[in-house]
């Protein structure tokens, strides 16, 4: 049976089922209520079987695999000159580390008997979870901003969902997605004291940003980290932050690793966002890097973290606080110059891409990081997708 969906702050237990609310009527996003947690000491990576990606950690996952391309266990090479090691989450599937949360969350829409999907995003995200959805044989739609880059509104296309070009910012998508999911009956029980959003419209809500499915599959990333080291953690791990679905998945992974007792300790999670977008770098009173006045902001190159109020905002600064991590904002020119540099190296991935690795040159020139800690970072998106 599919697990139920709980409410961390008030406790209430919603049944799963095609119609469950996608958020809780206090505000608060939901979870699942079954958490597996297995014990016993792992196996080393040449003993692993990975033939299943990462479904290959199944026992951490309170989802059953039912929509999967085997994606997963992406490459954690050397790269001496950043004196760190990247993960290659850009050969994923679709070219994004979204495959990972499309996979969980396609599978909880089968597991759940939804017949569409729908989601908004400013086009990876889209294109995952198409591309899932007509592996699963569901219907979706995307809902995506009007200047969605060509390469991804096709390959939503291309996979037989129907895109819907919103005008405005990426919160209008977000809001004319959520209207579409909650159709004419809106809040189910408005005007009495818990409005509960249920999913009663065009579709079954499969929102990167709200769905806990979402991050059951990117805390995976945490997990083969671990793996493919040897099941020790790294000094540190830095990240971009839109919505935070990567950022968040490597604090939960990571956390439950070590919670299992299979690592010991978790490392420190340094985000980065860009300037022009930059909530949580203003809630915890953060650092501006490589911005003058009258510079292009640096979300005008990467667009793929373009949040204004990331949905689970709380729970990224909770992240932060709980592992002695940090972050940033970067302006367009560290952003350019990182990006620039990936590609003279080999590493062909998309400008939002380049947001990590030049906040891991930015923490270290600040003094954050130091030469020899031991750090990781994700190169998220391909460079195929800016075509």
């Not at 000159?81 to 580390?97: D, M």
């Not at 919505?243 to 919670?259: D, I, P």
């Amino acid at each position: 049976m599919p697990s139920d969906l709980v409410c961390p702050d008030c406790e209430i237990v919603y049944e799963a089922s095609p119609s469950e609310p996608w958020r809780c009527g206090c505000g608060s996003p939901l979870e699942f209520a079954d958490r597996p947690l297995p014990q016993g000491d792992p196996l080393p990576l040449h003993r692993l079987d990975t033939s299943d990606g990462l479904w290959t950690f199944f026992e951490f996952l309170p989802i059953e695999r039912h929509v999967t391309f085997h994606e997963g266990f992406t490459p954690l090479v050397d790269a001496p000159e950043w004196n760190a090691r990247f993960k290659l989450e850009y050969v994923l599937p679709t070219g994004s580390f979204k495959d990972r949360g499309a996979t969980t969350t396609l599978s909880r829409a089968v597991e759940v008997g939804a017949e569409t999907v729908v989601e908004d995003s400013s086009g990876n995200a889209g294109a995952a979870i198409a591309t899932y959805a007509a592996r699963a044989g569901l219907e979706a739609e995307i809902y995506v901003p009007t200047d969605v880059k060509q390469s991804k509104l096709m390959a939503i296309q291309r996979a037989g969902a129907r895109p819907v070009r919103i005008e405005g910012s990426r919160e209008d998508v977000t809001e004319a997605c959520i209207d579409a999911v909650e159709g004419d009956r809106g809040d189910a029980t408005e005007g009495t004291a818990r409005a509960t959003p249920y999913q009663t419209g065009e579709g079954w809500y499969a929102s990167h940003a709200w769905n806990p499915a979402f991050y059951a599959g990117t805390m995976t990333f945490a997990f083969e980290i671990a793996a493919q080291r040897g099941w020790e953690v790294p000094d540190a791990v830095v990240l971009p932050i839109g919505h935070g679905t990567l950022f968040l998945g490597a604090y939960r992974g990571f956390a439950r690793l070590n919670e299992a007792g299979i690592v010991d300790g978790t490392p420190r999670l340094l985000g980065a966002q860009a300037t022009g977008y930059t909530p949580i770098v203003g809630a915890v009173d953060g650092e501006a890097v490589g911005t003058n006045d009258g510079e292009t902001v640096g979300a005008d190159i990467a667009d793929g973290i373009r949040i204004i109020e990331p949905a689970r905002g709380d729970e990224i600064l909770t992240a932060i606080e709980a592992t002695d991590g940090d972050v940033i904002a970067l302006g367009a020119d560290p952003i350019e110059s990182a990006l620039d540099r990936l590609h003279r190296g080999g590493f062909y991935v998309e400008p939002t891409s380049a947001v990590a690795p030049a906040a891991l040159e930015a923490y270290r020139e600040h003094g954050v990081l130091s030469a020899d800690d031991d750090v990781v970072v994700p190169l998220t998106g391909s460079g195929l997708k800016t075509l």
